[in-house]
């Protein structure tokens, strides 16, 4: 998307343009620059920089959520969990569920523009907000500085982390200072996680096996409404929340599943494209840039800006309840004589 939409005229506007944080439009695209496999290419070197380079920002920006430059993300609405309900009560199809979301804290910058100090003030206050949690979601902060590789590793391995030295973001200097600053929060039936300093200042997850969107949904809504009683959130009325990645922005949520579709996978670029037209993004077993294993896909929501996070949740909902139906009519075709 860099390639397509920094053409000559548009260089030619920003390439003298700052922030006030004296971010540039190099900062905004050395990711891209550096992999010219990436699909988007860009990131918001600071919360400024959606506006200061929005000729480039706001086209990536329409083409990924179909968000246009003349539109405003809604108010928050978290609406009622419980109308998701299973989708996939007998556990056929569905390995797991995964709700998440980005914030941003107020005051701060983002990785390229943070020192060392903005990563550990960063972390320490939300460590401490973290660890007052009570009941369901009490549990323990741990630092990535001191933790061992192995340690980490199986945390990768059993999806709860995030991976270390991602190229993307290593090319937008947001690996600077690693591990400082950087960790993972969870309670301690590991069904609540919060990432620290990674890509974003905040990433907030609910994952169970098995399909219950409804309790694994309601248990994000319940863990942020806690956490933003203590944490002033970076919220734009256009953009909604600001994250550093502009995928992200708007209701921040991804809603994924690990789920088996071994009929639909086997023609993949059909399920794309079928998964494409429900509003959905395939993944790999392990996220982002990885492949399937053991034909499990990662399918989550595409789109997290113009509509509500309860529409974001429905989007993916639908979506999935209708290849589960395409699975099971391959099945039957299979089955019939
Ligand atoms: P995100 O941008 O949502 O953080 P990534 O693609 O980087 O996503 O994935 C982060 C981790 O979450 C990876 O280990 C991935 O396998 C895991 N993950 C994503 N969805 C699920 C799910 N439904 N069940 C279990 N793990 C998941
Ligand atoms: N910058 C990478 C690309 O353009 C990742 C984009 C979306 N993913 C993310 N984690 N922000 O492909």
Request: aromatic share 10%; charged share 25%.
């Given at each position: 998307m860099l390639k397509k939409y920094l053409t000559r005229e548009v260089f030619e506007l920003l390439k003298e343009r700052k922030t006030?944080?004296?971010?540039t439009l190099l900062d905004v695209i050395r990711s891209g620059l550096c992999n010219?496999?990436?699909?988007?290419?860009?990131?918001?070197?600071?919360?400024?920089a959606y506006v200061v380079f929005k000729e480039l920002f706001n086209p990536v920006i329409e083409e990924y959520h179909?968000?246009?430059?003349s539109s405003s993300q809604p108010e928050t609405n978290w609406g009622?969990?419980?109308?998701?309900?299973?989708?996939?009560p007998d556990g056929a199809y569905i390995i797991s569920t995964r709700v998440r979301c980005a914030r941003s804290i107020e005051g701060y910058p983002f990785n390229p523009t943070m020192n060392e100090t903005h990563y550990l003030d960063l972390e320490k206050k939300v460590s401490g907000v973290l660890e007052s949690l009570t009941d369901d979601l009490k549990g323990q902060y741990y630092p990535l500085?001191?933790?061992s590789r192995e340690t980490q590793d199986q945390l990768i391995e059993d999806h709860f982390l995030f991976k270390e030295g991602d190229r993307f973001l290593e090319a937008a200097n947001?690996?600077?200072?690693?591990?400082?600053g950087r960790g993972i929060f969870f309670n301690d039936t590991k069904t609540f996680l919060v990432w620290c300093n990674?890509?974003?200042h905040l990433r907030l997850i609910s994952m169970e096996e098995g399909g219950d969107l409804a309790t694994i949904y309601g248990r994000l809504v319940d863990a942020v409404s806690r956490i933003e009683r203590e944490i002033s959130f970076s919220r734009n009325s256009r953009l909604g929340y600001l994250t550093?990645?502009?995928?992200?922005?708007?209701?921040?949520i991804r809603a994924s599943v690990h789920i088996k579709l071994p009929r639909l996978g086997r023609d993949f670029e059909a399920f794309q494209e079928m998964a494409r037209k429900f509003y959905l993004q395939v993944r790999g077993t392990r996220g982002e840039h990885t492949e399937s294993e053991d034909g499990v896909y990662d399918i989550s929501n595409?789109?997290?800006?113009?509509?509500?996070e309860f529409q974001a949740l429905s989007e993916m909902r639908d979506g999935i309840l209708q290849l589960i139906e395409q699975e099971k009519a391959l099945e039957g075709t299979e089955q019939s004589p």
């Open positions: 006030s944080y004296g971010s010219p496999d990436s699909h988007i290419g860009i990131y918001a070197a600071d919360p400024e179909g968000f246009e430059s009622n969990p419980e109308e998701l309900g299973n989708l996939d500085l001191g933790m947001s690996n600077r200072f690693w591990p400082k990674e890509e974003d550093f990645c502009p995928t992200n922005l708007g209701t921040t595409q789109r997290r800006l113009g509509l509500t």
